[in-house]
Nanobody
Framework: EVQLVESGGGLVQPGESLRLSCVASGFPFDDYAMSWVRQAPGKGLEWVSSTTWNGRETHYVEFIKGRFTISRDNSKNTLYLQMDSLKSEDTGVYYC?????????WGKGTLVTVSS
């Protein structure tokens, strides 16, 4: 089955860290760029970060630069998002997406809540 499954979300306090994972199956993971997209409560989808098929190039939305790190392990068909110095405004559902031009395959998301 072609799918993406995210995990690693949870409830943390401001300033803490989380590491999200996204396991891919059913397609050649290392042929594709991958992205993280989030949706804050009551808001639309917001692109967060992308990486190329080999992880050598990474791109981030401006307001998370220096706090989040995207990476991948193609031997494990897994995409990661290391999130440090979390803020309340980082709260939302985080999705991973297969990326080729557009994003044509999405996971169901994992909820991140940053609250004191």
């Amino acid at each position: 089955e072609v799918q993406l499954v995210e995990s690693g979300g949870g409830l943390v306090q401001p300033g803490e860290s989380l590491r999200l994972s996204c396991v891919a199956s059913g397609f050649p993971f290392d042929d594709y760029a991958m992205s993280w997209v989030r949706q804050a409560p009551g808001k639309g989808l917001e692109w967060v970060s992308s990486t190329t098929w080999n992880g050598r190039e990474t791109h981030y939305v401006e307001f998370i630069k220096g706090r989040f790190t995207i990476s991948r392990d193609n031997s494990k068909n897994t995409l990661y998002l290391q999130m440090d110095s979390l803020k309340s405004e980082d709260t939302g559902v985080y999705y991973c997406a297969k990326t080729l031009g557009g994003m044509d395959l999405w996971g169901k998301g994992t909820l991140v809540t940053v609250s004191s």
